[in-house]
């Protein structure tokens, strides 16, 4: 069946450092590849997203290339925020699947002024 | 769009008392489904339903979790007896099939005594 790991958190940063959350998946197909993330006392919301292999999302700073050599879809953005504070989800979808999402644990990020 | 709505926001109630939890997909939106997010087991998905017929409920805890989707605007998650251990946010997410893409509501956290 389908999976995803991502690193372990909490992540700990002070404001500007870079940031990296690893993702790899396990999928049967060609599955789209999603960040969401989700603020203090709030639902999940989309980040970004990627559907075909070398595709980048982007969005916010926030950019994941999907590579599918290494079936990975890792986070990264430049120069982080105290606003950047959350927990960040990779997920993965398979129209094989009828639109069920396949999540992963969430990692918790703070960052520091 | 007001986005996917849920009731109530927060819910307090004593062990054995009947809970229902309410939700209201965005218009148009042919997939709804139903999580539960705690510290201990993260975020676990309940069930779902496609065009308001439920496709997969093997994430369902046990019998004293019910789940219905009437019509096309609004899905109830009913718990029967409520224990302790059922304390958490629940969400309900809706996606449209053609992207992927599951949009959240806020959330019901609740409090079993």
């Known amino acids: 069946g389908n999976s995803v790991t991502q690193m372990e958190g909490p992540v700990t940063l002070s404001e500007e450092a870079f940031l990296t959350i690893n993702c790899t998946y396990t999928?049967?197909?060609?599955?789209?590849l999603f960040w969401y993330v989700q603020y203090p006392g709030e639902g999940l919301q989309l980040l970004l997203k990627a559907t075909k292999a070398d595709d980048k999302g982007s969005n916010k700073g926030f950019e994941a290339t999907y590579r599918k050599e290494t079936t990975s879809f890792h986070l990264e953005k430049g120069s982080v925020q105290v606003s950047d504070s959350a927990v960040y989800f990779c997920a993965l979808s398979e129209g094989t699947n009828a639109g069920k999402s396949t999540f992963g644990d969430g990692t918790t990020l703070t960052v520091k002024p | 769009d007001a986005g996917v709505i849920q009731s109530p926001r927060h819910e307090v109630t004593e062990m054995g008392q009947e809970v229902t939890l309410r939700c209201k997909p965005i218009s148009g939106h042919d997939y709804l489904f139903w999580y539960r997010q705690t510290m201990m087991r993260g975020l676990e998905l309940l069930i779902y339903?496609?065009?308001?017929?439920?496709?997969?409920d093997s994430g369902m805890p046990e019998d004293r979790f019910s789940a219905k989707m009437p019509n096309a605007s609004f899905s109830t998650l009913k718990i029967q007896p409520s224990e302790p251990r059922d304390s958490a946010v629940y969400f309900c997410?809706?996606?449209?099939?053609?992207?992927?893409?599951?949009?959240f509501g806020p959330g019901t956290r609740l409090t079993v005594l």
């Open positions: 997410a809706s996606d449209s099939g053609v992207t992927d893409t599951q949009y």
């Open positions: 339903f496609n065009n308001n017929v439920p496709i997969d």
């Open positions: 999928a049967t197909g060609y599955p789209s």
